[in-house]
């Protein structure tokens, strides 16, 4: 039982660059979310999904595209990345929405 | 959400309780109280949560006052390990996003 896992740990992009964020969750959890934390900010929701086929926006959604065509994955697609998106990303997942959440160690992405 | 107040930081020398205090006065009926803490480079930790009862897991314990205005967290013996950053969140029970706000929590420094 693995948790949830991202990948890549870091990433080093260029203006305009696109990459995916890659999240997979072996604990069969229907929700799933992505945050970003940034200095003085806290965690701030990004998009969430309460099962496959479903996601939703959260607080900060522009510049970020999500799919779940998965129970186990939920990838974060940033389209044309920006300094701004500079950040640190964290997925979680757990059973239901109310229910207590996991998170992966996060992905550290800089954008240049 | 109801808003939680925590100091900012506190001391904690090893093997002794570290007991974390958090205001959140405003707290709806139905609203729950959550613990997660942040250990350095990581992803937050779901630790244990609560509505009315006080609550304990191997963790760590959870003491709610019978208004519910406030809590407290106790780690009973603290290690080294248990240095991070804790938040207290409030959240309903049916959140419409399943969004977690994390305030600026506390700093715990466990010391030799």
């Known amino acids: 039982n693995a948790g949830v896992t991202q990948t890549p740990k870091f990433q080093v992009l260029k203006t305009g660059q696109s990459m995916t964020l890659q999240c997979a969750q072996d604990?069969?959890?229907?929700?799933m979310s992505w945050y970003r934390q940034d200095p003085g900010m806290g965690l701030r929701l990004i998009h969430y999904?309460?099962?496959?086929?479903?996601?939703d926006q959260g607080e900060v959604p522009n510049g970020y595209n999500v799919s779940r065509s998965t129970t186990e994955d939920f990838p974060l697609r940033l389209l044309s990345a920006a300094p701004s998106q500079t950040s640190v990303y964290f997925c979680?997942?757990?059973?239901?929405?109310?229910?207590?959440?996991?998170f992966g160690d996060g992905t550290r992405l800089s954008i240049l | 959400d109801a808003k939680t107040t925590q100091p900012t930081s506190m001391d904690c020398a090893e093997g002794r309780a570290a007991n974390l205090p958090c205001n959140h006065s405003?707290?709806?009926?139905?609203?729950?109280v959550y613990w997660y803490r942040q250990i350095h480079s990581q992803g937050p930790q779901y630790i244990i949560h609560g509505l009315k009862n006080n609550e304990t897991n191997e963790m760590a314990s959870l003491i709610i006052t019978e208004d519910r205005k406030s809590s407290t967290l106790i780690l009973p013996h603290a290690t080294l390990r248990d240095t991070a950053v804790y938040y207290c969140?409030?959240?309903?029970?049916?959140?419409?996003?399943?969004?977690?706000?994390f305030g600026q929590g506390t700093t715990l420094q466990v010391k030799p």
């Open positions: 405003t707290i709806s009926g139905n609203e729950y």
């Open positions: 604990m069969n959890h229907e929700y």
């Open positions: 969140i409030v959240r309903p029970p049916s959140g419409n996003t399943g969004k977690l706000i």
């Open positions: 999904s309460v099962g496959a086929g479903i996601t």
């Open positions: 979680a997942s757990s059973y239901f929405r109310d229910q207590p959440q996991h």
